[in-house]
């Protein structure tokens, strides 16, 4: 799984961003707020009265801590151990966190550990 201090690096990164995002997703649903209020009103709708944001924060931040802190029977799958799952995935989580006002950090953390996870990755080729 690539070149290990780089997979190990993007792997805490990760969990780092994930924990964030669902502290961040927990804090939206007590002040929503959406990072583009400044622009426009309309994406209000995202956020309230059903907080559709925030949910799909919390349930991502869940999913990407069970893959990268798995439990026993997630640990054995195939899909635990490639990278470029991982390097498709984790720009979209990152796009979902940074609608949220909250986790603009946590999508900031993402892309850091998305490129270290391609770091990993073209490491793993060339080696």
């Known amino acids: 799984m690539g070149e290990p201090v780089n997979a190990y690096l993007a792997r805490l990164i990760i969990l ?7 502290a961040a997703a927990i804090f939206g649903f007590l002040y929503p707020k959406i990072l583009f209020d400044f ?21 991502l931040s869940l999913v990407v801590l069970c893959w990268e ?13 490639k990278i470029l799952p991982r390097l498709i995935i984790y720009p979209v989580v ?31 080729r060339e080696g």
């Open 94 to 124: 990152s796009a979902a966190a940074i609608g949220l006002y909250q986790a603009t950090n946590a999508a900031l953390y993402y892309l850091i550990g998305t490129l270290v996870y391609l770091l990993a990755y073209i490491s793993e």
């Open 16 to 22: 780092t961003s994930a924990g964030y995002q669902l």
């Open 69 to 81: 802190w798995p439990l026993y029977y997630v640990a054995e799958l195939s899909l635990q151990r």
């Open 39 to 59: 622009a426009t009103k309309q994406l209000d709708c995202l956020i309230t009265p059903i907080p559709f944001l925030q949910i799909l924060n919390v349930a």
